[in-house]
């Protein structure tokens, strides 16, 4: 099964700033990767799709790049609503799907 | 809008089985895409557990698959998971969620999630 590794597992930050957590595959998975946001108490939100493609209503201030096996999800002005926990996923090795570990993102 | 919504009990057993439902609503599911359901225990990150497509093929998380059947029901436009033997380990929040098929094989639209305890 291909693992999927993001970093850092949680992260503190301000209003304003540019964060970027990194997602590596554990073997090629071209651009077959997601990326979700998650609220306490909430499913996850799907953002990204084939590793840059916003989903439509996502804010423009996320962005995703990569292929192969490194990823990066970056926001380029945090908001407030935007603290939660990230997850990335891969779909290359359809139908088998694995998630990264997440990613919690916290107010510094 | 596509809307999902899981229902079942709560509070199942040891060793019994663990049975959920997904409505779906604003989209039919005999139209396409693949139908999965996720699962997050208390604390953790996301596991997949399976997809099932209209037609009735199913797709399993090798880890899960001696215990796992998922089904579909689309004249209720549902679909249904069961997972037996189940232990504490089994815990968690279940997800359904519309999942692409193929290049898209990521979920787009998922249902609010049910909290399930196993326990006796």
């Known amino acids: 099964a291909i693992r999927m590794t993001q970093s850092p597992s949680s992260l503190s930050a301000s209003t304003g700033d540019r964060v970027t957590i990194t997602c590596r595959a554990s073997?090629?998975?071209?651009?077959?990767l997601a990326w979700y946001q998650q609220k306490p108490g909430k499913a996850p939100k799907l953002l990204i799709y084939?590793?840059?493609t916003l989903q439509s209503g996502v804010p423009s201030r996320f962005s995703g790049s990569g292929s192969g096996t490194d990823f990066t999800l970056t926001i380029s002005c945090l908001q407030s609503e935007d603290f939660a926990t990230y997850y990335c996923?891969?779909?290359?090795?359809?139908?088998?799907?694995?998630f990264g570990q997440g990613t919690r993102l916290e107010i510094k | 809008q596509v809307q999902l919504q899981e229902s079942g009990p709560g509070l199942v057993k040891p060793s019994e089985t663990l049975s959920l439902t997904c409505a779906v609503s604003?989209?039919?599911?005999?139209?396409?895409?693949?139908w999965g359901w996720i699962r997050q225990p208390p604390g953790k990150g996301l596991e997949w557990i399976g997809s099932i497509y209209h037609s009735g093929s199913t797709y399993y998380n090798p880890s899960l698959k001696s215990r796992v059947t998922i089904s579909v029901d689309t004249s209720k436009n549902q679909f249904s998971l069961k997972l037996s033997s189940v232990t504490a380990a089994d815990t968690a929040v279940y997800y359904c969620?519309?999942?692409?098929?193929?290049?898209?094989?990521?979920?787009?639209?998922w249902g609010q999630g049910t909290l399930v305890t196993v326990s006796s």
């Open positions: 969620a519309r999942v692409g098929a193929g290049s898209t094989n990521y979920f787009d639209y």
């Open positions: 996923q891969q779909y290359y090795s359809y139908p088998s799907i694995t």
């Open positions: 073997q090629g998975i071209s651009s077959y």
């Open positions: 084939a590793a840059s």
């Open positions: 604003g989209y039919s599911i005999s139209s396409g895409y693949y």
